[in-house]
Nanobody, 126 residues
Framework: QVQLVESGGGLVQAGGSLRLSCAAS????????MGWFRQAPGKEREFVAA????????FVADSVKGRFTISRDNAKNTVYLQTSSLKPEDTAVYYC???????????????????WGQGTQVTVSS
C-alpha cells in the first residue's frame, strides 16, 4: 500500500507557473505508475498527465499539452507536475494517483488507479 501527499498548489495569476509535488510513502514507489488528475467545481474529475514506472514515457491531456510536464524521481519517492502558462480554466483541485500492477505503461483512466492523495488546490486568477 502507498500513501500519497500532494503539495505546491496555491493562487497564481494567469500566465504563471506552479510545480506540484506528490510524495509517496513506502519502499515500492518505483513499482507504481503515477498520474495526475484534476477536478473543478461542478465538473467530473479529469485526466491531466501520466508517467510510467521508470519515467521513460509520459502522456498529457490535450488541454494541457505544451504547458504541463509530468516527471518522477524514484530516489525521492516523488512525482511532479510542472505547470506553466496557467489559465483560469486550470483552476481545480489536483490529485495524484498511483497504480500497482503496472507493466511499463502509463494509464489515463481514473479507474485504473488504486491509490489517491487528498488533493491540492490550484487557483488561477485572470
Amino acid at each position: 500500500q502507498v500513501q500519497l501527499v500532494e503539495s505546491g498548489g496555491g493562487l497564481v495569476q494567469a500566465g504563471g507557473s506552479l510545480r506540484l509535488s506528490c510524495a509517496a510513502s513506502g519502499r515500492t514507489f518505483s513499482s507504481y505508475a503515477m498520474g495526475w488528475f484534476r477536478q473543478a467545481p461542478g465538473k467530473e474529475r479529469e485526466f491531466v498527465a501520466a508517467v510510467t514506472v521508470i519515467g521513460d514515457s509520459t502522456f498529457v491531456a490535450d488541454s494541457v499539452k505544451g504547458r504541463f510536464t509530468i516527471s518522477r524521481d524514484n530516489a525521492k519517492n516523488t512525482v511532479y507536475l510542472q505547470t506553466s502558462s496557467l489559465k483560469p480554466e486550470d483552476t481545480a483541485v489536483y490529485y495524484c494517483a498511483a497504480r500497482s500492477r503496472s507493466s511499463g505503461y502509463y494509464y489515463t483512466s481514473e479507474y485504473q488507479y488504486d491509490y489517491w492523495g487528498q488533493g491540492t488546490q490550484v487557483t488561477v486568477s485572470s
